[in-house]
């Protein structure tokens, strides 16, 4: 069942079977039965870009797309098939950044931050990739002129917040019913940016901290068994998700999954490639793993 997420937050009981001109903060789809508590997350495929953004940029769609993890929610379709819920946001990563902390809003992107609001800037945030974004791709800037707080603010309540409690009311029902909850957080690379030597795949789990080490193991093993270049933690660890969401010792694991773009698309153009299907079946595979692994951990503490 598919549900749709409004912008006053989480919730579970609301399937709605067309898109709206808007769509809603995020798109959630559960799987019939759910005995894992694995829930796949996409918050940067999103390719709807409102026009109140179309409208303050310098850019073409075509350049503010550089920054989308094009494709990623199409490659993970099957996820609810396999027993897994799948989260997925419409919203482009330009026009707000699911990935980042509330707290980290560009000062020199938005005007009149309240003090209140003000905090040192972190490094993401310093070059331009706060949660509300001020560059894509290799650092274009996107806008013309400076944005408004209110305008920031009205963002992140609309997209940010439902999209956060979504998650976090996943976390809770599958400890509750499950005993554990299983976050997958799923991204694309540019292959410029897949480390050196060149990454396939990059697995993330903040070195340790954010899953216990079996979900880590076992996906790095299903990836290099089918021919894969894999590195654990570098270049990415785990954004932001990962950190916040990842606390083994209370149950609940966050892995990051960072795809090499070159895999499946050609990254000038945001179209796909030959091998789209190929590659969306390998990480079908993946996710069967994992809900396995999840699955196997819940029966074992159950025996």
Known sequence: MQIWGAVTGYQSDKAVGTVPTRPPAFRLTRPDVDRAGV????????????????????LDRLALRRSEDAFVDELLHAAPQLGASLLVTDFARAYVDLNRGLEELDPELIEDVPVGERRVPSP???????????????????????????DAQSRLREVYMPWHDAIAGLIEENKSALGQAVLLDCHSMPASASGSPESDIVLGDRFGASCAPIFMAEA????????????????????????????????QHSLQIEINRSLYMVEGAMSKRAGFAEMSETLTGLLSRMVEVAQTRIQRRAG
Request: with cysteine; glycine share 12%; net charge positive.
């Open 39 to 58: 829930i796949v997350c996409c918050p940067h495929s999103g390719r709807f870009y409102p026009e109140e953004l179309l409208r303050a940029t310098k």
């Open 124 to 150: 993401r945030v310093l070059a331009g990739l706060g949660v509300i974004p001020r560059t894509v791709g290799d650092g274009v800037d996107i806008y013309m002129r400076r944005l408004a707080f209110a």
């Open 220 to 251: 790095y093993d299903f990836l290099r068994a089918k021919g894969f270049r894999v590195a654990r933690n570098n270049p990415y660890a785990g954004g932001f998700a990962t950190e916040r969401y990842g606390k083994p010792a209370q149950n």
